[in-house]
């Protein structure tokens, strides 16, 4: 047997004691203007350009507790009557409600709206609809105590469900994110139940505190003249309670008002009397039905008339007064 050299030895137990490992390389910050490639198990394909998202449980969470012009405007009333809590007063107090509600989406949930996501988007290009959507929309599961017990609605590029929705509900959800993203669109489509554009108008201080907002539609930036009292008035709708939150969903305060506005086309404002707004009952207008049609009672907003008309249309229901369906359809096609 040779004998072993101590000196070779010696130099390798110094070179493994003297090598360190070289540390990781720091991770560069996702691009906001170019972020990762979403799992494609989660996205849906929707109209050419924009896919339909199944959010995760976090992302979600994030997305619900972001401030936005809705959460921005939310009343005394909606912080409290929202959150369920009277003690609710700022605005991050919902934000933090709001992220507590997201939830996780099954696969079942997934498989089931994927199918209903499509066979929208087949009804859309059989009828040769021109829309044009945000590159992501965005779905989100929550329990939906954040909105009274709501079944679905919006904010952002984003619809919040809870759950298994029907058809229905989607499509009327995403009208919403169709106006919100194309204004122009918008004009267009509130002038074919009779309400112009104006200038974005401020609730009187004096019932304030009272709004009932709704995501889908916060602002008032379209008027409607109608016949009141045998005079014709220029007016907008509105939601208020009578009363402080007192328990329970907001939805049992809920009142719908005609409030009349006064002003030049770029310069709209309630008209006040001792420093309250002029308000109305809807039955109020002699010629409401007529102005906006008796296709749907769900009134709250002309967005919520014209996204009614939107699942109407794609589902080819029979109506009283298709002439607004059409007239929709035609701005739809056009764009």
């Not at 009343?75 to 107090?93: C, G, I, M, P, V």
């Amino acid at each position: 047997m040779k004998k072993l050299s101590i000196y070779p030895l010696l130099l390798l137990i110094i070179m493994a004691a003297c090598t360190v490992e070289e540390p990781n390389p720091p991770q560069e910050p996702e691009d906001p203007e170019n972020p990762a490639p979403r799992d494609p198990e989660i996205e849906v394909p929707f109209i050419e350009g924009t896919n339909i998202v199944f959010t995760p449980l976090e992302e979600a969470a994030e997305r619900l507790g972001t401030s936005d012009s809705y959460t921005e405007l939310l009343s005394k009333f909606d912080l409290a009557s929202r959150t369920k809590n009277k003690a609710s007063t700022e605005e991050e107090d919902y934000l933090t409600y709001a992220s507590q509600q997201a939830q996780a989406w099954t696969e079942e949930e997934k498989t089931v709206l994927e199918e209903r996501i499509l066979g929208i988007k087949d009804k859309i290009e059989a009828m040769g609809l021109q829309l044009e959507f945000p590159e992501e929309i965005l779905l989100i599961k929550s329990t939906m105590e954040e909105e009274g017990g709501a079944v679905s609605y919006t904010r952002e590029n984003y619809i919040v469900v809870r759950g298994l929705v029907n058809e229905s509900f989607l499509i009327h959800e995403l009208f919403h994110i169709l106006t919100r993203f194309k204004p122009e669109v918008r004009k267009d489509l509130f002038e074919t139940i009779n309400f112009y554009e104006s200038n974005r108008i401020a609730y009187p201080e004096s019932i304030r505190d009272f709004v009932i907002t709704n995501p889908d539609a916060p602002f008032l930036e379209h008027t409607i003249t109608l016949q009141i009292d045998g005079q014709s008035e220029e007016v907008v709708f509105i939601l208020i309670s009578e009363e402080e939150w007192d328990g329970g969903s907001f939805f049992t305060y809920l009142k719908q008002r005609l409030m009349f506005v006064e002003g030049g086309d770029d310069d709209k404002q309630a008209t006040l009397v001792d420093n309250m707004p002029v308000l109305k009952n809807f039955a109020a207008a002699t010629d409401l039905k007529q102005k906006i049609g008796d296709n749907t009672s769900y009134t709250l907003h002309p967005e919520e008339i014209l996204a009614e008309h939107f699942v109407m249309l794609l589902q080819e229901a029979e109506v009283p007064e298709p002439s607004y369906l059409e007239a929709m359809k035609t701005v739809l096609q056009q764009q």
